[in-house]
């Protein structure tokens, strides 16, 4: 067999059974295409009003490589939002806080306006420490809400 420089596929792959799994190995090569499509999915189950599934998606998402910061930064914001929706307000607000450090560090308004959009999804939890934290976070970058 002839020895190629593209890394071959890790055994671990072989145990997928769905087409939203994700493998239980430490890498997966990724192309832009597979983060799109996931994205895409994750945005239809939280329109169909699953938004538990769609936070799952964008967690598999935030495991692939490559990811730029800004694209991290604006996915935790959704996958937030996603998990807000859930009804994981202790859960959306760690992972928006982790969002607004990306965000900020990328100046990314984009990722702003979700998480503004987050805090409002968090509004019947808004004496809670995470979505306090939250807010926080936001007030302190003086962000204002999306039109």
Same mark, same amino acid.
């Given at each position: 067999?002839?020895?190629?420089?593209?890394?071959?596929?890790?055994?671990?792959?072989?145990?997928?059974? !769905?087409?939203?799994?994700?493998?239980?190995?430490?890498?997966?090569? *990724?192309?832009?295409? /597979?983060?799109? =499509?996931?994205?895409?999915?994750?945005? /239809?189950?939280?329109?169909? =009003?699953?938004? !538990?599934?769609?936070?799952?998606?964008? !967690?598999? #998402?935030?495991?692939t490589e490559p990811l730029s910061r800004r694209d991290r930064g604006y996915f935790m914001a959704r996958m937030a939002s996603s998990l807000a929706l859930s009804g994981?307000?202790?859960? +959306?607000?760690?992972? =928006?806080?982790?969002? #607004?450090?990306? +965000? @900020? +560090?990328? @100046?990314?308004?984009?990722?702003?306006?979700?998480?503004?959009?987050?805090?409002? *999804?968090?509004?019947?939890?808004? =004496?809670?420490? !995470?979505? *306090?934290?939250?807010?926080?976070?936001?007030?302190?970058?003086? #962000?204002?809400?999306?039109?």
């Amino acid at each position: 067999m002839p020895q190629t420089d593209r890394p071959q596929a890790p055994d671990c792959l072989t145990h997928l059974t !769905g087409p939203h799994e994700w493998p239980p190995c430490p890498y997966l090569p *990724v192309d832009r295409a /597979f983060i799109t =499509g996931q994205t895409r999915s994750a945005a /239809f189950w939280n329109l169909t =009003g699953k938004p !538990g599934q769609a936070a799952e998606l964008y !967690g598999h #998402v935030l495991k692939t490589e490559p990811l730029s910061r800004r694209d991290r930064g604006y996915f935790m914001a959704r996958m937030a939002s996603s998990l807000a929706l859930s009804g994981e307000p202790d859960e +959306a607000s760690l992972v =928006g806080i982790q969002a #607004v450090e990306l +965000a @900020s +560090a990328t @100046s990314s308004l984009r990722t702003k306006r979700e998480l503004r959009r987050t805090l409002q *999804v968090l509004t019947p939890w808004s =004496g809670r420490p !995470g979505p *306090v934290e939250l807010r926080s976070a936001l007030s302190d970058w003086n #962000v204002t809400a999306p039109q």
